[in-house]
């Protein structure tokens, strides 16, 4: 009986092992991804509807997502980031409520070989190698599109007061620094007073009761770094006597459902959209990260602004 020579036996007898390895493999479902993602808090609807993309987009995609809620401080975040670099999670994502002091932790991912991603703002580092990526939108060209409506609307012309948003963080400074420098081409557009609000509705009505109060009827426009203040400071104008929209014309950031009604309404004027959805490409990033591919170092949403003219055919189809 003419036998196989042995080394063919091993051969076969080897290519049946990885067949049943390969076969193994492709039954043990993939790992689901675990990230890590460090929240700023809950401070307006527009971190609430961006806090809701991140979550059901995980879900969709069986991503293990840790989250945490950092109530507003930057020692909480830095806090869990260092909590998920134990946790040896595949991709960190921070949103950072400021924009200094992240080296450190920063420093400490990296060493973890832990990719992290930035999302909504941005920071200021030393070492741009100490993140992988930012994924959010482009915060001076939402403060350089709201000036340029507002000189237009108000012919050039009008005292300004400014409600900024969280004192250090990325959005509050760009949106100042770009309004007041688009603003500088028309002398006849004044800030006389500008303070915090910290991004809150009850900041902004604050703010403006001082401002009513301060500068009485010298007002003729407000600058909010977000909706959620300008909607604070349309009430308080109400309950000054005087209609906000008509009386005081309002620009804002964010457009968020109810600014975008409140244009409708004639209570509010113009905002500028600030997208909080970017769930589904902070993922598709993650996955990209985590399979050793190259990534954009920046990436902008798209954002477009909302005036009388367009607010109320785009109503139905917002979706935060
Ligand atoms: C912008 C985001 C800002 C929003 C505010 O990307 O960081 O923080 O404009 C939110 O509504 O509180």
């Known amino acids: ?12 007898a080897g290519a049946l092992a990885l067949l049943a390895a390969g076969s193994l493999l492709a039954q043990t479902p993939k790992k689901p991804l675990k990230i890590g993602f460090s929240q700023t808090g809950a401070e307006s609807a527009w971190r609430t509807a961006n806090t809701v993309s991140m979550k059901t987009e995980a879900e969709k995609r069986g991503i293990d997502l840790k989250f945490s809620d950092a109530q507003s401080k930057q020692e909480n975040q ?57 994924i959010g939108s482009d915060f001076y060209e939402e403060g350089r599109m709201a000036a340029d409506w507002l000189a237009k609307f108000a012919a050039g012309k009008g005292n300004i007061v400014e409600l900024q948003g969280t004192p250090g963080s990325a959005p ?22 500008s303070q915090s609000g910290d991004f809150r509705r009850a900041g902004g009505k604050e703010v403006m009761e001082a401002f009513l109060k301060k500068h009485s009827k010298a007002i003729d426009v407000v600058y909010a770094h977000n909706d959620d203040m300008a ?82 055919a785009a109503l139905p189809s917002r979706v935060y």
């Open 78 to 134: 830095i806090r869990a980031v260092r909590s998920f670099i134990t946790q040896g999670v595949d991709v960190i994502v921070i949103a950072p409520i400021v924009e200094t002091g992240w080296d450190p932790v920063l420093r400490e991912a990296k060493r973890a070989h832990i990719p992290v991603i930035l999302t909504d703002r941005t920071i200021k580092t030393e070492d741009e190698s100490l993140y992988a990526c930012f």
């Open 231 to 312: 909607l604070g400071a349309a009430q308080a104008i109400e309950e000054a006597g005087l209609k906000p929209g008509k009386d005081i014309t309002i620009v804002t950031i964010d457009a968020i459902n109810e600014a975008i009604q409140a244009i409708v309404d004639g209570r509010i004027n113009c905002t500028v959209e600030c997208s909080p959805l970017f769930g589904p490409k902070v993922y598709e990033t993650a996955a990209k990260l985590v399979a050793g591919e190259k990534v954009p170092k920046k990436a902008y949403n798209k954002d477009e602004l909302f005036d009388s003219s367009n607010a109320a």
């Open 172 to 193: 509050a400074n760009e949106r100042r620094k770009a309004f007041a420098d688009a603003i500088t081409k028309y002398p006849g557009l004044k800030i006389i007073d």
């Open 1 to 12: 009986m003419h036998t196989l020579p042995r080394r063919w036996f091993s051969l076969f």
